[in-house]
Structure formats: C-alpha cells, structure tokens
C-alpha cells in the first residue's frame, strides 16, 4: 500500500491517433499533447503536485489519503501496462510498441 513516505506508482507514455498520452496508473491522471517528451515531463509535474497535496490535506484520516494514493486503474490503462510490461525470454512483447515509454516510479524520490 502506498503512503505519502513511501511506495511507487506505474507510469507510461503512448501514442493513440495523433495524440501522446502519460498516464499515472495509480493516481489516475492523465496527461495529453503533440510531444512524447513534454508530455513525461508534464505527468511527472502532475503527480509531484498531486501528492504535495495529499500532503496538504489536514484532518483527515490516514485511510482517506491513502485511498488517493492507491486508486484502481482503468481497465483499458492496466492491459497497455500489461502489453508493455509482457516479456518472453527476456524479449519484449511486440505488443508494447506503442508505448514509448514506462516506468515504475519511488514515492520517496520525489
């Protein structure tokens, strides 16, 4: 379970259409623009001021801000992760050549 002191989120960038998307997996947020790279450094900004604000949050109790920091992800966001994430012998799926690119990133880091 993810805290404001510790845990990770997935993340990943991908083409749809004409459109690059970043997409937070754990928080939910999504990103868009014409610009793959703009569009990682944008999410990023997005989930650091996401969890400033989580932090931010007073009187509540610890389950309610964890309940934000731990949100299930959309359906169609978990199979592009699965697609991206998939390897066979060490060999990447063919299936995530969409993604440009996907990490798993430390809540501590930031």
Do not use: C
Request: net charge negative; no cysteine.
């Amino acid at each position: 379970m993810d805290t404001l002191q510790s845990g990770k989120y997935r993340w990943m960038i991908y083409k749809e259409g004409d459109v690059w998307l970043g997409v937070a997996l754990e928080f939910n947020i999504v990103i868009t623009g014409n610009d793959p790279k703009l569009v990682e450094i944008e999410l990023h900004e997005a989930v650091q001021g996401y969890l400033e604000a989580a932090q931010n949050v007073k009187g509540f109790r610890t389950q309610q801000v964890a309940s934000v920091l731990n949100q299930e992800a959309d359906a169609e966001y978990e199979n592009k992760w699965s697609n991206a994430t998939q390897t066979q012998k060490g060999i990447p799926s063919p299936l995530s050549a969409e993604i440009y690119k996907a990490g798993i990133a430390n809540l501590a880091a930031l």
